[in-house]
């Protein structure tokens, strides 16, 4: 069951169109400025979601691992007996969500989660897997862009407190007023007894950070180029993957990763609806920033949207951190 209306061939077809302007809006916009640069969320077509589940799996993305490490040993702190709906934002194949929905099975029936991501064919899998995998759980995608303005349904589960949750530092690609504003929206949706449990990847060494965004297997690299990819099959331009290189490093003064497509020739690309775009050899187009956090600043992040860190959990090795968000009493 999803949230969405639902549409006649017509009205489907004017709802994409206009998704396309839409996007094509933000591309033509993006690549306008210095530096150029591409939103992340349009990593995330079927092959995208993909794609980041393979890195989640490779040696140098500790972070997958810290988080669940956190969640393994502390789902039964993070769910409160009264939790019966988990709302997950960017929930892809929801693989450690699982922990937190067996503890909150575990203590009785009529769960709800509600998986919010921007591909509906991965939210669409998703739910035909956990419904496989957990009988009697209710499964409510929704479809919704986290980088615009999140109207969740009034009624989101069962009744009870609900659980929000942002898991694997997503947060990060969220400069600080894009951040505050996504957590002021969720607190806008919260009721009294809410919470909100948010992951955050904590600063560290510039080796181990790089590593994490440039593995040797070179999926990270075949992610990043993935952008292109869908840009060419929604907008019709005609992008050549392999002109491109990836580069991921740490802006240390910024405490942010900056993931770059680097153009490795001269080179005029076409998107029909905006002027061809000249990438001269060596220019970047930026697709990806990942903010570092430590403590201080996830509490000036909450404070900022009139939250309060409630229990803060790191790691045995502190190097990621989930934080039960609520409102300051």
Do not use: C
């Amino acid at each position: 069951m999803t949230s969405q209306p639902i549409l006649n061939d017509a009205q489907r077809g004017n709802a994409e169109a206009r998704r396309k302007r839409t996007m094509l809006a933000e591309v033509r916009d993006g690549l306008s400025r210095t530096p150029r640069e591409l939103s992340p969320k349009f990593f995330y077509d079927e092959r995208g979601s993909r794609l980041f589940e393979q890195i989640t799996a490779l040696p140098e993305y500790y972070l997958t691992r810290a988080e669940r490490e956190i969640l393994t040993a502390r789902a039964e702190e993070i769910v409160a007996p009264g939790h019966r709906t988990l709302v997950e934002l960017g929930a892809g194949s929801a693989a450690k969500t699982r922990i937190l929905l067996d503890a909150m099975r575990a203590r009785g029936s009529n769960v709800t989660y509600v998986p919010v991501d921007v591909s509906e064919a991965f939210l669409d899998q998703t739910r035909i897997a956990l419904e496989g995998e957990m009988p009697g759980l209710h499964v409510r995608p929704i479809v919704a862009d986290l980088t615009e303005t999140l109207d969740l349904p009034a009624q989101l589960g069962i009744g009870g407190p609900v659980l929000f949750a942002f898991l694997g530092s997503t947060i990060g690609n969220f400069d600080g007023p894009s951040a505050v504003g996504l957590l002021r929206s969720i607190r806008g949706q919260m009721r009294t007894g809410d919470q909100f449990l948010l992951g955050t990847d904590l600063r560290k060494d510039r080796e181990t950070l790089e590593a994490a965004y440039d593995d040797a297997a070179g999926v990270t690299a075949e992610f990043n180029r993935n952008i292109l990819r869908v840009l060419n099959a929604e907008l019709g331009a005609d992008f050549a993957p392999s002109h491109f290189d990836h580069i991921a490093f740490y802006n240390e003064e910024a405490h942010r990763i900056e993931m770059h497509l680097r153009s490795s020739v001269a080179q005029l690309v076409h998107i029909p609806g905006m002027p061809a775009l000249a990438l001269r050899e060596g220019e970047t187009i930026r697709t990806e920033l990942s903010y570092k956090y430590d403590r201080a600043a996830v509490e000036s992040l909450a404070s900022a949207a009139r939250l309060a860190i409630a229990t803060w959990f790191t790691d045995r090795r502190e190097r990621f951190a989930l934080s039960i968000l609520e409102p300051p009493a």
